[in-house]
């Protein structure tokens, strides 16, 4: 329908809405023409842009291309004059694109290098930064509390000071009162009291005031009730408090069954440690002594008292497996001339070695014949100690002595009889002199002490 057929009153009732109708499609027309020209403007940018980018790769391209054509032409002139002077070409490229390849990785790397000297420094800075804001927040904490304890135990000493002013009267509140009294008065240390109550204690007791000073109190107070002679009262209290605790020692008191089962468990365990345990290894089953010692004796020779000697001694591992061990107690008549020098191997494998150090000091000349012994887990065992005193050997050569002419058991025998007749020649029968014409007589010859003919 056409408006011009509508009436005038129904004009004016639509016409708001005609308006808002035509307004609204303005707009949307308005808002499509922008839409387009900005596409269009995108569209010419995106244009220029993929214009200049392509000249850019163009140009670097070109570039590129250049730059390899100078680099093959330089190779061609280098490989024409290493030709000239009789190398390989190929062999100098490859070595020069090596160095090249490694300057550039070494380049990078040193990048990299200082980069994460960057990242570092600058965590570093970030640490200090949060170090010195929490050591700024505990000092101010630090210093908050004891601001605080210090308001707390000046109010805490206001209160104590006001109290005692009220039970006391005391002028100096913060004076220590002595353990002494006189007449229900309080002697403090300062020696500051009320001054009524030493008016009355002067009136009530004339006699006591006498010889003193005025405003001083009638007698020194006494230091305290208990002391100790030559010490003060500080150095008793103190002497008195540590004697006491000294003499507190608190032991559990057994029942005889528990001090029996005590003594029953002691005594099995001293058993064992002396007998020993059994060592049994992949099946195996080790017998005889778990440690060797070298040298084997420890003998100390010629000795001279009032020195000191010292000798080492290695101690081997020949068990089965790991074992270890300790030095025993000396004896009672050795303690005093030997020292063990001795620290703990702890565990000890199969085959290993450890040492240690016998000191010997001797005080009087006399020879030791005594043991070691060394406690382990397979059982003790003992390595002889030997100390001997220096001692007189006599040596003598026997003298030779010269006699006359002797005949010396000559016989004449037969040689088939020799043999025969062997058990008779240690006979020690004096031999019969021989007829003048058989004899054989030795002369000119020696005979030692032992009778050997020389």
Same mark, same amino acid.
């Given at each position: ?19 808002r109708r035509r307004q609204s499609a303005e707009d949307e027309q308005t808002e499509k023409e922008q839409r387009l020209m900005a596409r269009a403007k995108r569209l010419v ?31 061609? /002139? !280098?490989? @024409? ?5 009789? #190398?390989?070409? %190929? +062999?100098?490229?490859?070595? $020069? ?23 570092? /420094? !600058?965590? @570093? ?5 949060? #170090?010195?804001? %929490? +050591?700024?927040?505990?000092? $101010? ?69 006498h010889g003193t000073q005025e405003g001083t109190p009638s007698s020194a107070p006494r230091a305290s009730r208990f002391k100790f002679a030559g010490t003060d009262d500080k ?157 007189t050997v006599l040596t003598f050569s026997p003298p030779l002595v010269d006699i006359a002419d002797f005949v010396a058991k000559a016989r004449e025998e037969d040689e088939s ?38």
């Amino acid at each position: 329908m056409p408006e011009s057929s509508l009436s005038p009153l129904v004009m004016r009732g639509i016409q708001p809405f005609l308006f808002r109708r035509r307004q609204s499609a303005e707009d949307e027309q308005t808002e499509k023409e922008q839409r387009l020209m900005a596409r269009a403007k995108r569209l010419v940018q995106f244009a220029q842009s993929l214009d200049k980018v392509t000249s850019e790769v163009a140009s670097c391209s070109e570039k590129s291309r250049k730059k390899r054509a100078e680099q093959q032409e330089r190779q061609r /002139a !280098e490989a @024409l004059r290493l030709m000239g002077i009789g #190398q390989s070409p %190929a +062999e100098v490229f490859k070595i $020069q694109e090596v160095q090249t390849r490694m300057r550039r990785k070494a380049q990078a790397l040193a990048q990299a290098q200082q980069r994460r000297s960057e990242i570092l /420094a !600058e965590r @570093l800075a970030d640490e200090d930064k949060w #170090q010195e804001a %929490a +050591e700024d927040h505990q000092r $101010q904490k630090r210093e908050s509390e004891k601001r605080f304890q210090e308001e707390l135990g000046t109010l805490r000493q206001k209160e104590v000071s006001k109290y005692l002013r009220k039970m006391t009267g005391v002028e100096d509140p913060s004076a220590v009162a002595s353990t002494a009294t006189e007449g229900g008065n309080l002697v403090f240390a300062s020696s500051l009291i009320r001054k009524n109550v030493a008016t009355v204690q002067s009136s009530l007791h004339p006699s006591r005031s006498h010889g003193t000073q005025e405003g001083t109190p009638s007698s020194a107070p006494r230091a305290s009730r208990f002391k100790f002679a030559g010490t003060d009262d500080k150095e008793s209290g103190e002497t008195a408090s540590l004697g006491r605790r000294a003499q507190f020692h608190w032991e559990p008191k057994l029942s005889k069954f528990e001090a029996q089962s005590l003594r029953r468990s002691l005594d099995a365990q001293k058993r064992r440690v002396l007998r020993g345990e059994v060592q049994r290894v992949a099946g195996k089953v080790h017998e005889g002594p778990s440690f060797r010692a070298r040298p084997e004796k420890i003998h100390f020779e010629n000795f001279e008292p009032d020195q000191v000697y010292r000798k080492t001694v290695e101690i081997t591992n020949i068990s089965l497996t790991f074992n270890t061990f300790r030095i025993g107690p000396l004896p009672e008549e050795l303690r005093d001339v030997i020292d063990v020098d001795f620290v703990p191997p702890g565990r000890m494998s199969a085959g290993t070695t450890t040492s240690f150090t016998v000191t010997f000091s001797p005080k009087r000349n006399a020879d030791i014949f005594s043991k070691l012994s060394i406690l382990a887990p397979t059982g003790p065992e003992e390595f002889p100690l030997l100390c001997s005193t220096k001692k007189t050997v006599l040596t003598f050569s026997p003298p030779l002595v010269d006699i006359a002419d002797f005949v010396a058991k000559a016989r004449e025998e037969d040689e088939s009889t020799s043999e025969a007749l062997g058990q008779n020649e240690t006979d020690t029968a004096e031999a019969k002199p021989l007829d003048p014409g058989k004899q054989h007589v030795v002369t000119g010859h020696r005979i030692s002490s032992h009778g050997h003919l020389s």
